[in-house]
């Protein structure tokens, strides 16, 4: 097992799109009376022994045109501090960003809490980085599948293979929340099934990587014909706060449920959380 902080990243992709979807999917049934721009949307997750990396973005109101980007705001004096007596300025970065100084080793165990100023009040938000998760274990390291190509149009091909389970623990006396990301790290992609050129489906639409749902248990199971491409992979489990597993299972909001996706960051939304991992090799062979 090796620590593979680079691979945290893989989780922020998912969860901010919870807010776009609960902030704009309903605007011909609510108020057009929000006024745009009101709240300052925070994306971070502070990682162990690395710099801070935050992004802040504007609320975009319902009554707004559901094509506008996501806007990064500029001009904003950002702080966090630890309760270890210690305090980082962040600065912007490409401006899309704000970071702190490079040589910032953030810690487990260290409470965090962010402020800024934006539309005249104040945005803070505290958090914590989880312990590693400890004990995780595959009940295999590889599976083996059966490549196919199809040659005439007319859908995926038989299940050549059984869908067989690819069970993953680790050990949670406390309760935490874990789930996992399993991630094809090969430089050059093999698919499974290729499809043939005149077929709408596209490689951009087959899974380089996908993700298990957060859990308070000791285990989730992957399924075999999740693994699209041949190769190594990186079984990822990464434990998260509850406000993480929170923000998660808003992102199937719809215009027939909408709601304010839930938050920890006060005067605005997003989140705001810490986040820990560890890593197991994996390998999906071809028959």
């Not at 958090?127 to 599976?143: E, F, M, Q, Y």
């Amino acid at each position: 097992m090796k620590s593979n902080s680079k691979y945290i990243k893989l989780i922020a992709s998912t969860f901010i799109c919870a807010l776009a979807v609960g902030l704009l999917s309903a605007c011909e049934e609510v108020s057009t009376s929000i006024p745009g721009g009101a709240k300052a949307i925070v994306e971070a997750y502070l990682i162990p022994n690395k710099p801070i990396t935050l992004k802040v973005k504007k609320e975009i109101a319902y009554s707004e045109d559901l094509t506008n980007k996501e806007t990064f705001i500029a001009g904003l004096s950002i702080k966090v501090t630890g309760s270890d007596g210690t305090s980082y300025a962040l600065k912007p970065f490409q401006d899309t960003l704000y970071v702190s100084e490079s040589n910032v080793k953030l810690k487990v165990g260290v409470t965090y809490n962010l402020s800024f100023d934006y539309n005249g009040k104040n945005v803070s938000a505290s958090t914590i980085i989880p312990t590693k998760p400890v004990g995780i274990a595959s009940d295999v390291k590889s599976i083996v599948r059966t490549r196919q190509v199809i040659t005439t149009t007319g859908g995926f091909g038989r299940n050549l293979d059984d869908n067989v389970d690819v069970n993953l623990s680790w050990t949670n006396p406390n309760n935490e929340y874990h789930f996992v990301v399993a991630d094809n790290i090969e430089p050059n992609l093999d698919l499974v099934v290729t499809l043939p050129t005149s077929s709408s489906t596209t490689v951009s639409d087959f899974n380089r990587r996908f993700r298990s749902q957060p859990v308070q248990g000791t285990a989730t199971r992957l399924r075999s014909q999740e693994f699209q491409y041949f190769g190594r992979y990186n079984i990822v489990v990464l434990k998260v706060n509850p406000d993480y597993a929170a923000l998660y299972n808003t992102s199937g909001t719809t215009s027939q449920n909408i709601s304010t996706p839930p938050t920890t960051i006060t005067n605005g939304l997003g989140i705001f959380t810490g986040v820990n991992a560890d890593t197991l090799s994996f390998l999906v062979k071809e028959r």
